[in-house]
């Protein structure tokens, strides 16, 4: 098993920045399987979505085309860390983050922090 656990979440003005943290914690070889940790979100009223992804090398990137230029998600292996850095943040990216870890292949499981919540005021 993998647990999940977001920090970083809170209340800032448009045009401000905050930095998500996911913490990965478990047993050694399950953390190992994991292929891509992701960001995603959900606004109220709204389906969540695909914010960014980071493969487990950190090689390949994927974000989403509304953050695309403004976020950056990295990651830190010694650490089990992956971060989401937010910038130039607006109204409309206001919802719940959640983290995501994939390992992919037939024994194929999907693990999801709980969020944390960002709100930015306008």
């Known amino acids: 098993q993998v647990q999940l656990v977001e920090s970083g979440g809170g209340l800032v003005q448009a045009g401000g920045s905050l930095r998500l943290s996911c913490a990965t914690s478990g047993k050694i070889a399950a953390i190992s399987s994991i292929n891509k940790m992701g960001w995603y979100r959900q606004a109220p009223g709204k389906q969540r979505e695909m914010v960014a992804s980071?493969?487990?090398?950190?090689?390949?990137?994927n974000y989403a085309a509304s953050v695309k230029g403004r976020f950056t998600i990295s990651r830190d292996s010694a650490k089990n860390t992956v971060y989401l850095q937010m910038n130039n943040l607006k109204p409309e990216d206001t919802a719940v983050y959640y983290c995501n870890a994939l390992k992919l292949g037939p024994m194929m499981r999907d693990y999801w922090g709980k969020g944390t919540l960002v709100t930015v005021s306008s």
């Open positions: 980071i493969t487990s090398g950190g090689s390949s990137t």
